[in-house]
Every structure is written in structure tokens, then in C-alpha cells.
């Protein structure tokens, strides 16, 4: 992964944690707060040494 | 009844779920069976006709890598798929994915009986050191369940029972036997080189001068296996590129099947297995026979032992054609320079790797599984 790619995704991990944080002060734990939390572990997922899975090429 | 199978890997661990297919059907007989998948993979459940739903993974990750990217926009993303599976009344969901994110989707689902593996408790840490050794202790921790443990509760938690695939024994009355050797991978540390395949190839020629063999590919490897194949026909080594898509595969007759395939760790090894072709795969690089071994028996799988991303050596390369010339006369023996494993199914209905390495005396390939079965290891 590059350097570029990486700061992109701590930037957006830093970003959704925020919105995460506001969103439980301001309406307490419901279901959007479950999906941004979702949108949290797909960005960490995307670190190479767990392996993002998604494919590369072309299913065919 | 409506089940619905959750498969957010890729397209090898897709065709591993499909086998689980048959048991479910065991269990509830008249059933509808559908997928949530990677947008990645869908062409190939199009082609198919299998029903399904595509979770936008792909198109969440290039949201994820834009400077400017909204939290909103994903979230509104994902928010349209959850309501979109919610409103089609699942009687039951199996999760046999192994994420933390797929864990997470399971709290989002509702209406249906959920089924698989609990994960671990996990922190919420927002520093960047601390959230990357989480990953890393998840990925890496020896103690963790491998992908083909996974497998195996999701599917008992369910009250399933994961098959294990046999080979198919060709019958035919052909006079040439076929040879495919798929050889990409999804990446290239995993894929043969070139080179590689000379060396290969020229040892299986030198036993089998008649063996028709095929390069395989999707048709974006197209102009490389012909320019590969023209160089390997001015060495007097007889090839044939057959592109074909998965679905082509599927409904090949017998003439154009084969008796064996060669492959690296890619979802081409799972789809044979699917189909019961008999198998060598080549693990190298990050690809490890104890996490994404083919649920088949029979199967044999290689490693270097030489820890290196280096191409193989000439030795190398002979050893290889030597495992396919043995797969060709229905043996498996231990190589000079792989560590190797034949795939058999365990008494406890899992897969096990039965290490070659210590047996250097010919082995039948149907006989009966000896005492010294290495599990696969893990929690």
C-alpha cells in the first residue's frame, strides 16, 4: 500500500471516529451509530497485513 | 424458507461457501438459498443466475481513499443494503465470513435467525498505533482460527456439516491425457513466472510426450499466456491457451476437461475442486496450505522450503514437473525442495494436511490416510 493511500485511510479513520463520537453524544447508541461503526471496521480492515480480500482482478 | 449466506471474500471462498450448499439442502430440503457478496465478484453469481445481494465493499473502499471523503456518504451507502436485505425476511442468515466488519453486519441485521462464530471483543481504539497492532494481533495470532476453522464452526453453528469434496476419476477413452496450469494468481508473489513453467514443463514433456496442455486464464491474461505460449512453442514444448470463464469451465464437456491442473493458491484451485479435477498448487509467498487449502481430497499442495520471493531454481522447477508427473501416475511423494502436503478428510469430518515430507517411499494416492495426519493447527 502506498504512503498516499495509506494517510487517505487514517485520514477518513480519523474523520469517522469524530462523526462516530458526535453522533453517540449527540443521539445515543441506535442503529446509525452501528452502521458508521461498520464503515470503522471496513476502514480498518483495509490495513494490508489483515488483507483487504477484495479482489484485484477481474472475476470472471 | 428463505436462507440467506453471507460471503463478503472473494471469489475462491465464494465457490468454498457454494459447497455448503448441499448440506443445507440435506437439512431443510425445499429451501431458497441466496448470497450477500463483494461487488467484486458478482459476475460470476450473474452469469450463474444466482440470486443475491451485493454489499458495495469496492465502492465504499474508493470513497474511503478520497481526500475529501464524507462519513455520510458511506454510511447512507451501507444504511440502503441493510434495509435492502431487512425488508426480503430471511428465516436465517449464516455469516461465514471472518471480519470484524461482517461481525458487525450481523448486529445490523434483524428478522432472522443468525448463525456463525462470535468474534472476539475488540476496542474502539482511534490511534493510529493502536488500531493497526489490534489488526495485527487479529491477523496474525497463531491461537486464532484459521479460515478453514472458521469455516467449519460457521457451518456447525448452523447444524451444518461443511463437505469434503472428491476427486473425480477420468474414465474416458481419450488417448492423451490434459494437463491445465492456471498461472496467475491474485497477486504476483503468488503467481508462476514464465521461466518457472519452462523448467516445469520441460520435465513433465521429457515423461508424458504426448500430455496436451493447456495455459489457463480470464480473458485479461490473454495476450500474455499467447506470448508465453509462442515462446514455449519454439522450444518444442506444445501448449494451448484456453481463456475460458468460470461458467465456461463449468459446462465443458469431457474431450476439453482435464485430469489435472496445476495452480497457484487463486480461486481457479477452489473452482477445480469444485469440479473435482485433481490438484497441485504451488503455496508461495503470503499464501499458506494451512489457511486456504481446496476442500477436496486428494489434493497435492507444495511451499518452498526456500523463504524467498525469488524465482524458483532450475532444481526447482524439476521438482515441481516431478509432483505433476507422480499426480499423473496416482502418487504423491515428498519433494527435495518443497515442504508437501496431501489434503484427506479427518475422521471428524474436517480437512486435514497430511504431511509428505517424512515419506520418501512411494505413496498410492487412494490409500488409506496413515497414522501421522497433521491437523490443521490453530485454536
Known sequence: MSQELRSFLLQALQRLEKADRTLESEQGYNEDLEILRMVIELTREQVPIENTRSTPRAAR | ?379
Open chain 2, 1 to 379: 424458507m428463505k436462507i440467506l449466506v453471507v460471503s463478503l471474500h472473494r471469489l475462491g471462498d465464494f465457490f468454498l461457501h457454494q459447497t455448503l450448499e448441499s448440506s443445507i439442502r440435506a437439512k431443510y430440503g425445499q429451501v431458497e438459498i441466496e448470497y450477500l457478496i463483494n461487488d467484486s465478484v458478482q459476475g460470476y453469481l450473474i452469469t450463474r443466475g444466482i440470486k443475491h445481494h451485493v454489499f458495495p465493499r469496492e465502492a465504499l473502499q474508493r470513497f474511503l481513499v478520497e481526500p475529501y471523503f464524507n462519513p455520510v456518504s458511506a454510511h447512507f451507502l451501507l444504511h440502503q443494503t441493510i434495509e435492502q436485505i431487512n425488508h426480503q425476511g430471511y428465516h436465517a442468515i449464516l455469516n461465514l465470513t471472518q471480519s470484524r466488519a461482517a461481525a458487525a453486519l450481523m448486529r445490523l441485521l434483524r428478522s432472522a435467525q443468525i448463525f456463525g462464530p462470535r468474534l472476539g471483543s475488540h476496542d474502539w481504539s482511534p490511534e493510529e498505533s493502536g488500531w493497526i497492532r489490534l489488526v495485527d494481533r487479529m491477523a496474525l495470532n497463531p491461537a486464532g482460527p484459521s479460515p478453514l476453522q472458521w469455516l467449519d464452526a460457521s457451518a456447525r453453528a448452523a447444524g451444518l456439516k461443511m463437505p469434503i469434496l472428491q476427486p473425480q476419476v477420468f474414465t474416458n477413452s481419450r488417448q492423451r491425457r490434459h494437463l491445465g496450469i492456471q498461472l496467475n494468481a491474485s497477486s504476483k508473489e503468488k503467481s508462476f513466472r514464465p521461466s518457472e513453467l519452462i523448467g516445469c514443463l520441460a520435465k513433465v514433456r521429457l515423461a508424458h510426450p504426448n500430455l496436451r496442455v493447456s495455459l489457463l486464464g480470464c480473458p485479461m491474461d490473454q495476450p500474455d499466456l499467447e506470448s508465453l505460449a509462442d515462446t514455449l512453442r519454439s522450444m518444442s514444448l506444445a501448449v494451448s491457451v484456453d481463456v475460458r470463464s468460470f461458467s465456461e469451465w463449468e459446462n465443458a464437456n469431457e474431450e476439453n476437461r482435464w485430469d489435472l491442473i496445476l495452480t497457484p493458491d487463486t480461486s481457479a484451485m477452489h473452482f477445480a475442486a469444485r469440479l473435482g479435477v485433481p490438484l497441485v498448487a504451488l503455496f508461495r509467498g503470503s499464501a499458506n496450505p494451512f489457511l486456504t487449502a481446496p476442500r477436496m481430497e486428494g489434493a497435492v499442495l507444495l511451499q518452498r522450503r526456500a523463504d524467498t520471493a525469488q524465482a524458483m531454481s532450475q532444481s526447482e522447477c524439476a521438482d515441481l514437473g516431478d509432483a505433476v508427473i507422480e499426480v499423473l501416475q496416482h502418487e504423491a511423494r515428498s519433494k527435495s525442495f518443497f515442504h508437501s502436503w496431501i489434503t484427506r478428510a479427518s475422521s471428524a469430518g474436517g480437512l486435514e494436511l497430511e504431511s509428505l515430507d517424512q515419506q520418501p517411499n512411494e505413496r498410492g494416492m487412494q490409500n488409506e490416510p496413515s497414522q501421522e495426519v497433521a491437523s490443521v493447527p490453530g485454536a
